[in-house]
C-alpha cells in the first residue's frame, strides 16, 4: 500500500492550504459553507483537511466545475505533478479503423 501511496503522492499530500484557497476563491468561511458550494457532505470536507483521505476524481472536476479553476491548477496546489502525455500516442497520429457492420446473420427458413 506505502507503494501505490509513493506512485500517486497521496502520503505527501496536504489539503488544508488548497481547501484555505478554495475558501477564499468562493467567498466562504467555513467549511460547511465549502462543503455546500463543492456540494459534497461536510465530513468529507473534515476528512479532506485531516489528510484521511484524498482527492477524488470527482471531486477534482466538481472543484473545476466550481470554481473555474483548471484542474493542472487544482493539482499544483495539492502538490500533485501534472501528467504529461506519453510519447508517441496521441489522438493525432493514432488511426482509427473504421467499424465495419456485423454480418447478418440467415435465419433458418428464409431464402432457399
Do not use: F
Not at 458550494?37 to 482527492?55: A, C, E, Q, T
Not at 505533478?81 to 454480418?103: C, D, F, H, M, W
Amino acid at each position: 500500500m506505502s507503494d501505490l501511496n509513493a506512485v500517486t503522492g497521496a502520503a505527501n499530500c496536504n489539503h488544508g492550504p488548497m481547501l484555505d484557497a478554495l475558501m477564499i476563491s468562493l467567498k466562504v468561511t467555513t467549511d460547511a459553507a465549502l462543503s455546500r458550494k463543492l456540494m459534497v457532505p461536510p465530513p468529507v470536507i473534515s476528512k479532506l483537511r485531516n489528510n484521511k483521505i484524498g482527492v477524488s476524481a470527482g471531486l477534482l472536476v466538481r472543484i473545476h466545475d466550481v470554481t473555474g479553476m483548471s484542474i493542472n491548477k487544482v493539482r499544483t496546489m495539492l502538490g500533485l505533478p501534472i501528467p504529461q502525455p506519453r510519447e508517441g500516442r496521441t489522438l493525432k497520429n493514432v488511426v482509427y479503423s473504421p467499424i465495419a457492420p456485423a454480418r447478418t446473420r440467415k435465419r433458418r427458413g428464409e431464402g432457399a
